[in-house]
């Protein structure tokens, strides 16, 4: 899908947030492969505000 444009909206794996998970439940956390890759890039964010209708009109503008 290297052509498709998309957004994912999803729940952190327990790697994202990697020593306070450990501390917690004392005990190493497997940081899957994918994730580990994707923790090599460079990060890249658009700030938004938290009103719905920009969000949507951001959608509308950078991926239609």
């Not at 580990?36 to 920009?54: P, Q, T, V």
Request: no cysteine.
């Amino acid at each position: 899908y290297s052509n498709t444009k998309g957004v994912i909206l999803e729940t952190a794996h327990p790697a994202k947030f990697l020593d306070e998970v450990e501390s917690i439940l004392n005990e190493k956390i497997e940081v899957p492969e994918r994730l580990a890759i994707l923790a090599e890039r460079e990060k890249r964010a658009i700030h938004l505000s938290n009103d719905f209708n920009g969000f949507k009109k951001w959608l509308m503008d950078n991926l239609a």
